[in-house]
């Protein structure tokens, strides 16, 4: 565990170890939850598909594409759930190619109506 106090700036960094040095990673989706088994119930979302949901929620320069690093402000559910879990799904994709999830960041997803 990590003990931080609440609005504490917390950074994190998340490395991509492969053999391919034609790789990039970014964040797409990182959600938190009081319980470390359960990411559906009660969660809260702090980037979503590229987005950013959190106010926070910041992107920090790397020094390599195969590196992201991101930040927030700690914050707690509600006093009586004492920790907070921390899950990420990051998108890996090929160094340069900009229709690619990487490069393209925050897209907004739109659903149409199938009628004529």
Do not use: W
């Amino acid at each position: 565990p990590y003990y931080v106090d609440m609005n504490q700036n917390l950074f994190l960094q998340a490395s991509l170890h492969s053999s391919d040095q034609k790789l990039v990673v970014s964040v797409d989706t990182c959600v938190a939850s009081p319980n470390s088994s359960d990411f559906r119930t009660m969660i809260y979302e702090l980037i979503k598909n590229g987005c950013p949901r959190d106010s926070t929620y910041a992107l920090y320069p790397s020094p390599r594409g195969d590196v992201a690093r991101f930040g927030f402000n700690a914050f707690s559910f509600v006093d009586r759930f004492p920790s907070v879990f921390l899950q990420c799904e990051l998108a890996v994709c090929r160094y340069q190619d900009y229709s690619s999830h990487c490069y393209q960041g925050c897209v907004s997803r739109f659903k149409r109506n199938a009628d004529s």
